[in-house]
Structures are given as C-alpha cells and as structure tokens.
Nanobody
Framework: VQLQASGGGLVQAGGFLRLSCAAS????????LGWFRQAPGKEREFVTS????????NYADSVKGRFTISRDNAKNTVYLQMNGLKPEDTAVYYC????????????????WGQGTQVTVSS
C-alpha cells in the first residue's frame, strides 16, 4: 500500500483544513487507517484512527470534538477534517495503514505517507 497525503497549509487559529490521504494498492478496505502528527522537537503522536469499515473511530483527547476522520473505500481515500484549529495543532501530519484492527501505536502501522505540513498561526 502506498499512501499520499495532501491538504496541509497555513491557517489562522479557529480555522479549518481538510487533509486527504489517497492509497494505491489492492484491498484498501482490509486496512485500518490512522493519522499521526509530529511537531518540531516533539515525538510523533497519535491523532485518530478508523476501522476498516469506518464504523469505529478513536481520537486523541487533544483533538476530540474538533477533528473528524472518515474514509471512502470506493475511492481508496481517508480524510481528516480539522476544525477549530489551534497553534498547538501545528505539525507534520502523516497518514498510516495497518492490516486488520486499529491501533494507537504508531510502530504497529506498516505503511506511511510522506506527511503534509499544517501550520496554525495565532
């Protein structure tokens, strides 16, 4: 599975962005998907994940109520709608895929996109 993330940019605090991650390869629906982020000088952290069917989602407490993950298995794409952005959301955002169930653990994901920069100005 190859992943290509897009949609990052510069936005003011309180604004919104929608990230997309397009996947190539067979059986996209066999993979749970996640978004992770890494800010300068910080470790990569879990943001959200979605199950293979899209029925189960999980969120980090820091983004709960502001971010929404979704997927379209017909288009082999996962989305991250980010509303109410804060300066502390500034990071490179990565999409990732793992065969089977969702996980909070980044190292359990087998495939990673290249990352897209999100910058939120105050």
């Amino acid at each position: 599975v190859q992943l290509q993330a897009s949609g990052g940019g510069l936005v003011q605090a309180g604004g919104f962005l929608r990230l997309s991650c397009a996947a190539s390869g067979p059986t996209f629906s066999d993979y749970a998907l996640g978004w992770f982020r890494q800010a300068p000088g910080k470790e990569r952290e879990f943001v959200t994940s979605i199950s293979r069917s899209g029925t189960t989602t999980n969120y980090a407490d820091s983004v709960k109520g502001r971010f929404t993950i979704s997927r379209d298995n017909a288009k082999n794409t996962v989305y991250l709608q980010m509303n109410g952005l804060k300066p502390e959301d500034t990071a490179v955002y990565y999409c990732a895929a793992r065969f089977g169930l969702t996980s909070y653990v980044g190292s359990s994901y087998n495939y990673w996109g290249q990352g897209t920069q999100v910058t939120v100005s105050s």
